[in-house]
């Protein structure tokens, strides 16, 4: 379903007049099957939310291809991105909410944005919400919760629209092991209704108790990809 | 397609409501822009009126001998009414002069007894002539000079009016002239202040059109709730500035008139009712819009 193909991403900056390179991502491939759980586990700039980005076609890679469902998102027109994008469900560590929206609007928005009827809104809303335990928490707004809490409204938004595929960058960075662990169980849940979860984390206690394939990155290179892996770094 | 306009129309007005301070910082800029072009226009109204009142009130005289008849004077106005310049040609007699001085002075005792004295009407009947704009004056003395009636004619007083017929006739195209670059100009600042407050508020949200971009939306779902926004902000500006307006030419409308007889401010306010207030809501409205969009554009090629 999603095909990373000798992706290399490059960044090039200017310092005092000198130029300087860094790799983000040397010559990475690997394949995600539907309906897989993939963590990719790797230390803090080893290139693992470049990865996500260029998934998402936030960025572009310096070389190679990455294909979503058959389809080059490389050359995917900058119109047609939201339709891509709609296909994905995104958490990230910083939860990304529109903080000023409520927790039902954040979520019932991506609804609003693929069209989807009034009654569907209306239903399903309170269905995710309730998956996420959030069911008493409809009219807060971001500022009024927990982090956990807004991690877990991140993950109503992302569910709602029934994406084919989930991408979750370091959902638990920011939250506590109590919190840590309730988010990872969400995730397995959503993972064993039918939706392909790809995990972004550097969190060791969560790999080794997930017993889920790991792709390991080291330095933008794709070091270790094992089915039931161990975080090892 | 409804249900978007829907949704985009309801997510702008939620916003709208819930971002009070940001929305009244920018109404009050709107409401500034607004409200000038508003008093611009009625000031030139009110400018126009006021020239167009004094070249009411300027005209050469053609003053005739006694020996002049009645006749002979009513042929020559029939003859000056063709010149296509003129407007307006007036027979004074000399029994109407005499009338028209009595009823002048009548207070003024002194004046009253020296004509009682002179025991004749000392006044001379006249063809008060008026052209249709004050710079025509000079091609209409001309034509009377052609007319060659030096037998009965005499004085034409154009030459003792002259420097002050010059003089209108410059002021009231300078400023028809002037106004037209003042509105430029004060339209252009007018774009670029609100261009800048709008884009200050939208800077806000800058994190919020990232998120929704990254979730999928569209460029139009994006910007939609910001135009709506924006024209919201302007209809709110334009009618308030529309009341305030009307308000202030109520309130002035009576010391104007102490100052300028039979010019009443408010009555040209009710006068150009639905003009102003359409000009102030499409500026207001259209402003608001225009200046969201260019705003917004910018973070949605980011």
């Known amino acids: ?233 | 397609m409804f249900d978007s306009i829907k949704r985009i129309s309801n997510l702008g007005w939620k916003a709208f409501v819930r971002e009070r301070s940001i929305m009244v910082s920018t109404i009050f800029v709107l409401f500034l822009v607004i409200s000038l072009m508003g008093s611009i226009f009625l000031l030139r109204d009110m400018g126009e009126f006021l020239v167009a009142s004094i070249q009411e009130r300027i005209d050469i005289s053609i003053y005739f001998k006694d020996t002049a008849s009645e006749d002979d004077i009513l042929t020559m106005k029939k003859q000056i009414i063709e010149f296509p310049e003129i407007k307006k040609v007036e027979y004074i007699s000399q029994d109407k002069a005499l009338n028209n001085f009595v009823e002048e002075h009548r207070n003024d005792f002194s004046l009253m007894g020296s004509i009682e004295e002179l025991g004749v009407n000392p006044f001379l009947a006249s063809l008060n002539v008026q052209a249709w704009k004050p710079s025509q004056y000079a091609s209409v003395y001309s034509f009377l000079i052609t007319l060659g009636a030096d037998n009965m004619i005499e004085k034409i007083d154009y030459f003792q009016r002259e420097s002050v017929i010059q003089r209108i006739s410059a002021l009231s195209s300078t400023l028809s002239q002037t106004s037209l670059y003042v509105v430029a100009i004060l339209f252009l600042i007018a774009i670029i202040v609100t261009l800048n407050t709008v884009r200050l508020s939208i800077y806000n949200s800058k994190k919020e059109i990232e998120i929704q971009r990254l979730v999928g939306a569209s460029d139009w779902f994006v910007k939609g709730p910001f135009l709506v926004q924006g024209l919201l902000c302007g209809i709110a500006a334009s009618l308030i500035s529309f009341l305030s307006l009307g308000l202030i030419c109520w309130f002035f409308s009576a010391r104007i008139m102490n100052l300028f007889i039979d010019f009443n401010l408010f009555e040209l306010f009710m006068a150009r009712f639905w003009t102003l207030f359409l000009i102030q809501f499409i500026v207001g409205a259209g402003l608001g819009m225009i200046a969201s969009n260019i705003a917004v554009r910018r973070y949605l090629k980011a």
């Open chain 1, 1 to 233: 379903m999603i095909s990373f193909q000798n992706i290399t991403k490059k960044y090039f900056s200017t310092n005092n007049n000198i130029e300087t390179t860094s790799v983000a991502l040397d010559d990475v491939s690997f394949d995600i099957n539907k309906k897989e759980f993939v963590a990719i586990v790797g230390k803090s700039g080893a290139g693992k939310t470049t990865l996500l980005k260029l998934l998402l076609a936030q960025e572009k890679p310096t070389s190679g291809n990455v294909f979503f469902e058959g389809q080059n998102i490389n050359e995917i027109k900058p119109k047609n991105l939201p339709e891509l994008r709609r296909k994905i469900g995104s958490v990230f560590q910083d939860y990304k909410l529109i903080f000023s929206k409520t927790v039902y609007e954040n979520v019932s928005y991506i609804m609003e944005v693929i069209g989807a009827s009034d009654e569907e809104i209306k239903r399903d809303v309170p269905r995710v919400l309730d998956i996420v335990g959030l069911n008493d928490k409809l009219s807060n707004f971001p500022a009024q919760l927990s982090g956990g809490e807004k991690q877990r409204v991140a993950i109503a938004r992302a569910l709602i629209h029934r994406p084919v595929v989930i991408l979750a960058d370091e959902p638990t960075g920011n939250l506590d092991p109590y919190h840590t662990f309730e988010i990872i169980q969400l995730l397995r849940r959503i993972n064993e209704m039918g939706t392909t979860v790809v995990l972004s984390t550097h969190n060791k206690d969560v790999i080794n108790n997930l017993g889920k394939r790991v792709i390991t990155l080291e330095k933008g290179k794709l070091v270790r990809d094992e089915e039931k892996g161990r975080f090892i770094l």
